[in-house]
């Protein structure tokens, strides 16, 4: 909790302490004059040493003690699991510490769309503010003195299959690329990756250590966040309740929405606030027809291509799960970078057949999913229907990176590891309509929702926020998270998270007024 008795006014209050939340909550709290709320349905540890190993060691994902238990459907009739961490530190106390920036063009196309102050050249300040790269401090496209750290394996320190991968990435004719956050990078090489050893660098971890002191700045976890209050068009607080059930409302001068790409537009719907029949279909009375809130769903699909070894040695599930990446374009070259591969040091489950995965991974998605509700109670999560592969641009592309990533299993370092292919099955065929099926049966997330609060001008109907988060109407209202992106980047979303956290929180710690504060 905060360092100073709780109170039921803020000037600023946010709600959802991941990657953007708590981005904000400690650029706002740099103003002692502003008294600011970081409210979290999960748990919060303070101390490292009090924190779950789950949360510390980044070797592997945490998919289920800190977990929302989401249920998705990726394409028609198949359902999974959706991982999102419940915990202070959102999704970026549990994921896998990918550190990608995305495509300057992804931020270019955002700011053509009626975005002023998201073009490449506006965010990357934000981006060299929040990193603390300790690979290529010097380069004057990166930070070097920001709260997030992050490094590249040597191969020194490669996991055998990784180090395999790249060797078979340069025999397939790949260029090396030491650094995939380079704007003009193209290739195979190191993952960036904001860790330390196994030390996860999540969000709370770089920012809220230090924020935490503040005596303006409260914590508030265990804390679920039911619905937003609003006035004669006006955000004025949330209702909230706690872990043993006690309902409160706490008041606020500003509310900042920053749940993330699936419960910010829950929070948004059952709050009143989106598209009117929905809303009035859930028995919420109506503050604002928004018929974007949930819509433009933007996602990764990716396939799995699973390979049993030869040598069960290789396989240690204690091992950094992921290490490499070859990032490339696809044939039609309309999109640079558009494509990914990925080497996964292990699947399946210990005491299994000894196997690891590659995977084929769209980064640029033209096809939109959605999000659906079915009640206003705030313990019932949002349907995900993704629609993966459902346009034939994304099914296209995707079966071009399988087929791409069926090569390293036959190349070099990396195919004299492979026992067999068990997924796909090579037998029901590797033609181009063979594998298009294939995606569009089986195709699964990246984990990198985006889209489903969109901002954009007032005139485009399915905007609900503008440039700076605001929400088009309903004032003191912000959303500033995954939500509010376009399109998603032609990377993982982490990075470009806490870029979002410190754009919106510099602009309100430094232009208050634009926030009517």
Same mark, same amino acid.
Request: charged share 25%.
């Given at each position: ?6 109170v ?8 959802g ?7 904000i909550?400690?650029?706002?709290s740099e103003d002692p ?8 349905a ?7 040493q ?6 510390v060691?980044?070797?592997n994902?945490s ?5 929302w238990?989401?249920v ?8 999974d699991?959706?991982?999102?961490g419940?915990v202070?530190?959102g999704s ?7 550190a990608?920036?995305g495509m300057?063009?992804?931020y ?5 769309q009626?975005n002023?102050g998201?073009?490449?050249?506006d965010v990357l300040?934000g981006?060299k ?5 300790l690979?290529?401090?010097d380069?004057?496209?990166h930070?070097?003195s920001?709260p ?8 020194a ?7 395999a991968f ?5 025999e397939l004719?790949y260029?090396?690329?030491?650094d ?5 990078g193209y ?9 330390l ?14 924020a935490?002191?503040?005596p303006n700045?409260d914590?508030l ?22 872990s ?6 706490i ?6 929405? &920053?749940?993330? =790409? ?5 929070i #948004?719907?059952?709050?009143?606030? +989106? !598209?009117k029949?929905?809303v009035e ?6 503050v604002a ?10 996602d ?5 291509v699973?390979?049993e070894?030869?040598d ?12 490499t990446?070859?990032?490339y374009t696809?044939?039609?070259g309309?999109?640079?970078n558009?494509l990914?591969i990925e080497?996964?040091?292990?699947a ?7 196997m690891?995965?590659l ?6 998605q033209?096809?939109?999913g959605?999000l659906?509700?079915s009640s ?13 592969c459902?346009d034939?641009?994304?099914? &296209?592309?995707? =079966? ?5 990533t #069926?090569?390293?299993?036959?190349? +070099? !370092?990396?195919a004299?590891?492979v026992k ?7 037998n029901?065929g590797v033609?181009?309509?063979?594998l ?13 929702p985006c889209?489903?609060a969109?901002?954009g001008?007032?005139k ?6 503008d ?7 309903v004032t ?5 998270d995954?939500?509010?992106m376009?399109?998603v980047?032609r990377?993982?979303?982490?990075l ?7 754009q919106?929180g510099?602009?309100i710690r430094?232009n ?5 504060l």
């Open positions: 909790m905060g360092y100073r008795q709780q039921d006014n803020y000037d600023v209050l946010i709600i302490a991941g990657s953007s939340g708590c981005a909550a400690a650029r706002v004059n502003l008294h600011v709320a970081l409210v979290e999960g748990p919060d540890y303070e101390r490292l009090d924190t779950p190993d789950d949360l060691n980044s070797h994902n998919y289920s003690d800190h977990d238990g989401f998705y459907e990726p394409t028609n009739g198949r359902k699991r959706f991982p999102r419940r202070v530190g970026s106390a549990v994921n896998t510490t990918i990608l920036r300057p063009e992804d270019d196309e955002w700011a053509a009626g002023p998201w073009t490449w050249q300040p981006f503010r929040l990193e603390r790269d690979d290529f401090p380069a004057s496209y930070g070097d920001g997030i750290t992050i490094r590249r394996y040597p191969p320190e490669m996991v055998k299959q990784q180090q790249l060797d078979s990435a340069e004719g260029p090396y690329c030491a995939a956050n380079d704007p003009d290739g195979a090489g190191p993952h960036p990756m904001n860790k050893g196994r030390l996860r660098i999540s969000a709370a971890v770089g920012y809220l250590a230090s935490r002191i503040r700045l914590v976890a265990d804390t679920l966040t039911r619905r937003l209050i609003t006035e004669n068009g006006r955000c004025c607080g949330v209702e909230v309740e706690d043993a059930g006690e309902v409160r409302v008041k606020a001068n500003l509310v900042v929405l &920053s749940a993330g =790409a699936l419960m910010s537009p829950a #948004l719907v059952r709050s009143g606030i +989106g !598209a029949s929905l279909s859930l028995g919420v009375e109506l027809d928004m018929p974007g809130v949930g819509e433009n769903l933007s990764h699909p990716a396939l799995g699973i390979c070894v030869n069960a040695s290789l396989i240690d599930f204690d091992q950094p799960i992921i290490q990446i070859l990032r696809a044939q039609d309309k999109k640079r558009d990914q080497q996964i040091s292990f399946g489950r210990p005491g299994g057949a000894p690891f995965m995977a084929p991974v769209l980064e640029y033209y096809g939109r959605r659906t509700f206003a109670d705030p313990k019932q999560a949002p349907g995900i229907e993704n629609r993966f459902e034939p641009r994304d099914a &296209s592309r995707l =079966a071009e990176c399988v087929r791409d #069926l090569a390293f299993t036959q190349t +070099g !370092a990396l004299e590891m067999s292919v068990t997924f796909p099955d090579l029901r033609a181009q309509e063979d298009e099926n294939l995606c569009r049966k089986f195709s699964g997330s990246g984990y990198h889209g489903t969109k901002m001008p007032a485009d109907a399915m905007a609900v926020v440039h700076k988060g605001r929400c088009h109407k003191q209202l912000v959303v500033a995954a939500s509010i376009p399109s980047p990377a993982n979303t982490n470009t998270c806490f870029m979002i956290g410190e919106i510099e602009w430094t208050k007024s634009d926030y009517g």
